[in-house]
């Protein structure tokens, strides 16, 4: 079957523009993963979801961003008013459930922030 | 706060060298452990994990990993490297019982000479 993918592949803004990024996790997958992967941070989590609540987001850098999903699938990662630092891979991953069950990673987003 | 160290930033080898990728974690209890790998261009893939049991990990691609508790370590090895196994390679934990958020440690990039 389909992977995780991820879309768009690479988005490049302006500092202080608002970007979404799309992750379409696996089918009958419940949990989704976001990451971040920055030269600076290497790869760091942002939050997870397990259907579509998301009880740990505790990795999320700042209130610019935020994350929703629906209907137990899609997600969407937002970035508002961007900032150059915010310039990174984005990574989704999903998996059957949370904790034992691994990972899969999707392509990522590439995001530039000018 | 749980963490996780890779000591070879950077390994150069040649075909048919031997490779041990160094991992330790920070973490007082229990754990779950991860390889990860990331070929040019590609998607991060699983490539062992180990939750319980045998301390003596067997992946994919002739990878293997031992678990020693009392070392906090999780190292990778190889006994004989292709040029094909050129990659960016991740250790990462997640903590038993948690939400399956993984912790990533640098990352280590093999360059293995044909």
């Known amino acids: 079957g389909a992977g995780v993918s991820q879309s768009p592949s690479n988005k490049v803004t302006e500092k202080g523009k608002d970007v979404e990024l799309r992750c379409d996790p696996i089918s009958g997958h419940t949990a989704l993963y976001w990451y971040r992967q920055s030269l600076g941070q290497g790869l760091e989590f942002l939050i997870y979801?397990?259907?579509?609540?998301?009880?740990?987001k505790s990795g999320l850098p700042s209130d610019r961003f935020s994350a929703e999903r629906t209907g137990g699938s899609v997600s969407t990662l937002t970035i508002q008013r961007t900032q150059q630092e915010d310039s990174a891979v984005y990574l989704c991953?999903?998996?059957?459930?949370?904790?034992?069950?691994?990972?899969?990673f999707g392509p990522g987003t590439r995001l530039t922030v000018l | 706060a749980q963490s996780v160290s890779q000591h070879n930033h950077h390994v150069i080898l040649s075909e048919a060298a031997s490779l041990e990728l160094g991992c330790n974690y920070s973490y007082g209890g229990t754990v779950n452990l991860f390889w990860y790998v990331q070929y040019p261009g590609q998607h991060l893939q699983l490539l062992l994990k180990?939750?319980?049991?045998?301390?003596l990990v067997k992946g994919i691609k002739g990878f293997e990993a031992e678990f020693i508790k009392s070392k906090f370590s999780f190292n990778l090895r190889k006994p004989s490297v292709q040029w094909s196994d050129t990659a960016e390679y991740f250790c990462?934990?997640?903590?038993?019982?948690?939400?399956?958020?993984?912790?990533f440690g640098q990352g280590t990039t093999l360059q293995v000479k044909p």
């Open positions: 180990y939750f319980s049991g045998d301390p």
């Open positions: 991953a999903s998996s059957l459930a949370l904790s034992k069950d691994t990972q899969y």
């Open positions: 979801f397990q259907g579509n609540s998301a009880p740990d």
């Open positions: 990462a934990v997640t903590a038993k019982g948690n939400t399956g958020k993984l912790i």
